[in-house]
């Protein structure tokens, strides 16, 4: 008889797909929780990281439902697992960073917040933000589900590497949860 596996402890990095085993909300929990460990551990600018989460897209199921102030659902993004201060409860698609991102399905990169317009502060001390979104293949194609969030403290607390690391942990995240 084989002895069963045992998962290896490593960092989230280095093997992220070892830490979304889990689907849906556990994964998005998980990957907040994972992300804003993994950065307050970095040396600066990157440990000033101040909020680190995610909106979701709705599904279509929930897009038929309507929102407390009457807006549909499939016009905003809600919020979903994070760490961090409260937070906005729903962005506007094509408004603010992580609205830009949903509507673009781009990746955004803001070095400094100050000096972007349509910038939404939910935290004044945020100096700049990576924004990438999640996109997944459904019935109607491909979709922008979610995105990644990250605030920080300092301003250009972002370079190439963060956008090359998020988007792959976007992709995992787009294979391994459940989005319908």
């Given amino acids: 008889m084989t002895s069963p596996r045992t998962r290896p402890t490593t960092s989230f990095f280095s093997r992220p797909e070892r830490s979304l085993l889990v689907s849906g909300i556990g994964n ?3 990957a907040a929780s994972l992300l804003w460990h993994a950065y307050k551990a970095m040396p ?3 440990n000033a990281v101040n909020w680190a989460g995610k909106y979701r897209n709705p599904s279509p199921t929930q ?3 309507k929102l407390r102030d009457g807006d549909s659902p499939q016009s905003r ?4 697992p994070f760490q961090g201060k409260v937070a906005c409860q729903s962005i506007e698609l094509g408004r603010g960073v992580c609205g830009r991102a949903a509507a673009s399905g781009e990746t955004q990169v803001v070095d ?3 000096e972007d317009a349509d910038h939404i502060a939910c935290d004044d001390a945020s100096k700049s933000e990576i924004v990438v979104p999640v996109v997944a293949t459904g019935a109607g194609g491909r979709e922008v589900v979610a995105v990644i969030d990250i605030d920080c403290a300092a301003k250009r607390g972002f370079d190439k590497r963060d956008r090359q690391k998020l ?3 976007a992709e995992l995240l787009a294979e391994s949860c459940d989005w319908s």
């Fill in 77 to 80: 993004l809600l919020l979903g």
């Fill in 112 to 114: 400094d917040v100050d």
């Fill in 44 to 46: 600066a600018p990157s």
């Fill in 167 to 169: 988007q792959r942990l």
């Fill in 28 to 30: 998005l929990a998980n």
């Fill in 63 to 65: 897009r038929d439902s």
